[in-house]
């Protein structure tokens, strides 16, 4: 269920255990000591997580180093088959260095989790951020009909402004 001190497993081991728990229903990992994470080995946990069709509590924090251009992409890209994923918390907070498209991207799979209830997501402090993404965020919410609780972090985010967040609101 937890994974702690994630900085002894590399990520295709991570990756290749995960795949073996097919009737996992609750997952949840703190990457908070890994200041390694790669857009390779965030590909490869990708592939595991598209495996755990049963999940329906998806917890992931410190997603996000130097290293990775694509987290926020790349983690969303697992979100597809988890069809009975019913809350999530996703932690980025400090993302920088991500396509413009990124939150695009987020939305569009986020969008796809039709019984979602509770949605977390920490986007402070990430640099890329502006109005266009908060707006294209509200958009994937939109078609979670079943979604109860709503938490976004928006703190300390340069390029957002009072219209971006009276998108959220309205």
């Known amino acids: 269920k937890l994974f702690r001190n994630f900085s002894h497993y590399g990520f295709t ?35 595991a997580l598209q495996t755990l069709t049963s999940l329906s509590t998806l917890s992931l924090s410190s997603l996000w180093s130097e290293k990775s251009s694509q987290a926020i992409e790349l983690i969303s890209q697992g979100f597809g088959p988890l069809i009975q994923l019913r809350n999530l918390s996703l932690d980025f907070r400090g993302c920088a260095g991500q396509k413009s498209t990124t939150i695009q991207t987020l939305s569009s799979h986020l969008e796809n989790l039709k019984l979602l209830k509770r949605l977390d997501l920490d986007l402070a402090s990430c640099s890329f951020i502006d109005d266009t993404d908060i707006v294209s965020l509200t958009q994937g919410l939109e078609p979670l009909k079943d979604l109860t609780h709503l938490n976004i972090n928006l703190t300390h985010i340069e390029g957002l402004t009072n219209q971006g967040l009276k998108s959220l609101l309205s």
């Open 13 to 47: 081991q991570l990756s290749k255990a995960l795949t073996r728990f097919s009737s996992l229903t609750t997952l949840s990992i703190d990457f908070a000591n890994e200041s390694s994470i790669s857009d390779h080995g965030l590909s490869h946990f990708r592939d």
